[in-house]
């Protein structure tokens, strides 16, 4: 079975510093990995994805993630926050098959000024 | 144009009642997915479909039923609400397995409130 653990309910960083969402996953099977960002009263929005190519992989907004297989790790950073970054922040795993995307509980990033 | 559009965007009912949801995807994908998300934003598959044809039923009770007429269309019916039905409902879209990658595309959510 598959699972996804993130590590923190809540983040808060300072405007421009280092943005930091811890993700581990568990899965018997090479997964596909996710990180999905929800803005308040909206529905999830895809912020990058692993599949097996390159182990760094970048998304919108600045965002990037590095798949650890030896840490089961898929920890989502951006160098310098900003204001607009304030949202919750969900990892999330699939299986190869696609069909089942199991997600974790989520970090809710505040960004102060 | 939205990508995948639900309605309503809000309901408010007593306990008891009977209520539906529609979703609508225009991304050409095959698969449909209805997620429940709890107030403290947790989110739980409950259902998928594949080409109309129901793949995934995570032990959800039979008062939910979902159907789908067509591949782009999957609606959620709900009878005889309880409280712990209000939650936010996501459907969500993606292109299959021979396409995808198990991506996401959601809809705005619906949130569903039962007094």
């Known amino acids: 079975a598959q699972s996804v653990t993130q590590l923190g309910s809540h983040v808060s960083v300072s405007e421009g510093a280092l943005v930091l969402l811890r993700c581990n996953y568990s899965s018997s099977v090479p997964p596909y990995l996710f990180w999905y960002v929800q803005y308040p009263n909206q529905g999830l929005q895809l912020l990058l994805k692993y599949t097996s190519a390159a182990t760094l992989v970048k998304g919108i907004n600045g965002f990037e993630a590095e798949f650890k297989k030896s840490e089961t790790s898929f920890h989502l950073t951006k160098p310098s926050a900003h204001m607009s970054d304030a949202a919750e922040y969900f990892c999330?795993?699939?299986?190869?098959?696609?069909?089942?995307?199991?997600f974790g509980a989520g970090t809710r990033l505040f960004v102060k000024a | 144009d939205t990508a995948v559009s639900q309605t309503p965007k809000y309901l408010v009912t007593q306990m008891g009642n009977d209520k539906s949801i529609k979703c609508e995807q225009n991304?050409?994908?095959?698969?449909m997915y209805w997620y429940k998300q709890d107030s403290k934003k947790f989110l739980k598959i409950m259902f998928s479909y594949n080409n109309k044809e129901l793949i995934i039923n995570e032990t959800v009770p039979n008062r939910f039923s979902p159907k789908s007429p067509d591949k782009a269309h999957l609606n959620l019916h709900i009878n005889s609400l309880e409280l712990g039905d209000s939650a936010v409902y996501f459907c969500a879209s993606s292109p299959g397995t021979t396409r995808g990658t198990g991506e996401l595309f959601f809809g705005e959510g619906s949130r569903l409130t039962v007094l």
């Open positions: 999330a795993v699939s299986d190869t098959g696609g069909f089942k995307t199991i």
């Open positions: 991304l050409g994908h095959d698969t």
